[in-house]
């Protein structure tokens, strides 16, 4: 397929000497690039969403584990306050695991700066290969819902779940594209919107509540996602809301995919309750875009992810290959220990 005609936004650059990144929480307002000049800057733009979406932060910091080695900075310091920037999505680990196993071998600032580049390119390729596998599923004609933003800015490229829809618009499959808003970061309304937009594809928002009604409409046939992390059964942590859309379309005989790449694959955690999900500033539900909405003095309770438990998964998609109906004996036929 033309590739090119869907991939044009790069949120993850390297410029030799720093990192730039799309500032993610002022799309689609404003296209205001940061530069990082630092692991610490990385770690900062990680926590802060700046840069979001599991393979993205992950290949931004290894770009920091590369930026702290061109400064001799200390590189296990640089490791730790990278891992503990987020602690759900395993690609974090997974990437800077990749750097340190380098490291431990001896490598320079240039080799690691290689790994770094090989890890970005590896995930762009791997997302063209998944959104194919993943459109092969998809009948002629069919509706889909995402939720969350799962394309080119929260990836090297292409993206995951949306990488898969890209495949199956080009192919035809794919008739109607609806988007959950995302609340309460609004990753849907304003990142995947903007991406679909920008791509000329058809798509529509709908409230995160809608999506039962939606369903119940026959409109949809799939619901696609991302993943955070896939445990070792085919648990998949996932932005906030995922849960509830796979108990949803379970009712309504709607089939749910889970696309994600190999890197999100977490055999050493046997089940989604062993998962870590991140709980974030209860200030991001009380407000919508910085702006106060909840009266002064009401709390809240702000976890951004959870789990799906395998039973409610369809097809788990990767760059290896297709798990349908995962569980842990499937799981462990593609990706071993
Ligand atoms: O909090 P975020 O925006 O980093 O959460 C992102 C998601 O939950 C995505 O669905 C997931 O990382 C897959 S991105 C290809």
């Known amino acids: ?44 733009a990680i926590r802060d969403l700046a840069v979001r979406g599991a393979p993205a932060i992950g290949i931004a910091a290894a770009w920091g584990v590369v930026l702290a080695a061109q400064q001799g900075a200390p590189l296990d310091a640089a490791l730790a306050q990278l891992r503990a920037a987020r602690p759900t999505a395993v690609n974090l680990m997974w990437a800077l695991d990749r750097m340190k196993a380098r490291i431990a071998a001896g490598a320079d600032a ?29 009948a002629s004609g069919s509706g889909v819902l995402t939720h969350c933003n799962t394309g080119s800015l929260a990836t090297a490229g292409f993206g995951t779940a949306l990488g898969v829809i890209r ?17 309460p970061w609004q990753q849907g309304a304003r990142l995947t919107m903007y991406e679909l937009v920008r791509d000329g594809i058809p798509a529509r928002l709908i409230a995160d509540s809608a999506a039962a009604h939606l ?16 445990a070792a059964n085919g648990d998949t942590a996932n932005k906030i809301g995922t849960y509830q859309l796979a ?7 709607v089939k749910f995919m889970v696309a994600a790449p190999s890197s999100t694959v977490d055999m050493a955690t046997a089940s989604g309750e062993a998962i870590e999900i991140e709980l974030r500033d209860p200030a991001e539900l009380l407000g919508i875009g910085g702006r106060r909405v909840v009266v002064e003095g009401a709390e ?38």
């Open 215 to 230: 369903m119940k409409s026959g409109a949809v046939q799939w619901v696609i996602v991302g993943a955070d992390r896939i």
């Open 1 to 44: 397929m033309d590739y090119d005609r869907y991939d044009r936004v790069r949120a993850v650059q390297w410029r030799g000497d720093h990192l730039r990144l799309l500032d993610q929480r002022l799309l689609p307002q404003e296209e205001r690039w940061i530069d990082c000049r630092d692991a610490a800057a990385v770690t900062q």
């Open 110 to 138: 240039p080799a690691l700066e290689r790994e770094a580049q090989a890890i970005q390119d590896e995930d762009l390729a791997a997302n063209r290969h998944m959104g194919e596998l993943g459109a092969a599923l998809i």
């Open 167 to 183: 495949a199956g618009v080009a192919q035809g499959r794919i008739a109607n594209v609806f988007a959950g808003e995302t609340r």
């Open 247 to 253: 108990i949803a379309a379970k009712h309504h005989g």
């Open 300 to 337: 809240a309770w702000n976890p951004v992810f959870d789990v799906t438990p395998a039973s409610l998964i369809d097809a788990i998609v990767t760059e290896r290959g297709v798990i349908e109906r995962p569980d842990e004996a499937s799981m462990r036929a593609l990706f071993g220990a």
